[in-house]
Structures are given as structure tokens and as C-alpha cells.
């Protein structure tokens, strides 16, 4: 159960980063090049929030990860003859 919510987490955020992130990085990239006129505040507040959903990504990442190192590290319940991690 735990692999499958790991799963579900990377899931999320390979749909999450080329939607989401990718237009944002081509706004700023835009911007930064002179292709794209913004106001100041506008470039502020897409940067702002690219920062604050890229943290939030890595947490993601994060947790997903540990949640998977945990599943692969408790044993299946009422497996014979594996070795606990409680011992």
C-alpha cells in the first residue's frame, strides 16, 4: 500500500512538473531573454511561486522516497521465516 502512495506521488509529479513548472520556467526564460514585456511585480509573483512550488516538489519527492524505502523495509505481514526489522 505504502509503494503504491510512493507510486501515486511520482505519478503526480511527473504530470506536475511539465504542465506546471515548464510554463512557468518558459514565462521567466521569456522575460529574462526580451521576448516577453512584464510588469516587475508580475515577474516577481510567477517567480515567488515557481520557488514555492519547486520546494513543495521536493518534499514530494522526498516523502514518496521514504515512503517506498519504508514499504520495501517493514516485513509483509504473516511472511514465514523472514528476518524482522524488530529483532
Known sequence: MRVVAGADVCALIWIFTP?????MIRELYGVGRGR???SDAQVLR???RWIVFDWLRGLAIAVAFLSSVRAISVPFPGARGGRSSLE
Do not use: G
Open 36 to 38: 516577453i514585456v512584464e
Open 46 to 48: 510567477v517567480a515567488r
Open 19 to 23: 504542465t506546471v513548472f515548464w510554463s
